[in-house]
């Protein structure tokens, strides 16, 4: 059974960091492009961060550059978003997804997302 899930969601102060995690489960995420993506109370769904499977980074959305990377591990099949400098405008739920023929990110298009972890940045 193919399947993402997210973890490493929480309630953190104004300029705090978290690591999000996605694991998957039945497939090879080095044979995907991933993306994370992120939606806000409400506001539609939005791209953060994607990373082809040739491992070229992609930002989405320039508020996050320079706070927010993503990055694989291969052997435990799981992707990351490291979040620094968080700001209130972060708190979201957020959300991994894949591709498997795509070297972008289209959040209309992704096979298979994962159910989303919730940020919440607040003092």
């Known amino acids: 059974q193919l399947q993402l899930v997210e973890s490493g ?3 953190v102060q104004p300029g705090g960091s978290l690591r999000l995690s996605c694991a998957a489960s039945g497939f ?5 492009t991933v993306g994370w ?4 109370p409400g506001k539609e769904r939005e791209g953060v961060l ?5 491992d070229r980074s992609i930002e989405y959305v320039q508020p996050v550059k320079g706070r927010f990377t993503i990055s ?30 795509s070297s972008n990110c289209p959040p209309n298009d992704m096979d298979y997302w994962g159910k989303g972890t919730l940020v919440t940045v607040s003092s």
């Open 72 to 101: 694989r591990d291969y052997a435990k099949n799981t992707v990351y978003l490291q979040m620094n400098n968080l700001k209130p405008e972060d708190t979201a739920v957020y959300y991994c997804a894949v591709i498997e023929y």
């Open 9 to 11: 969601g929480g309630l």
């Open 37 to 40: 993506f992120r939606q806000a």
């Open 28 to 32: 090879t995420l080095a044979d995907y």
């Open 50 to 54: 994607c990373m082809s499977n040739a």
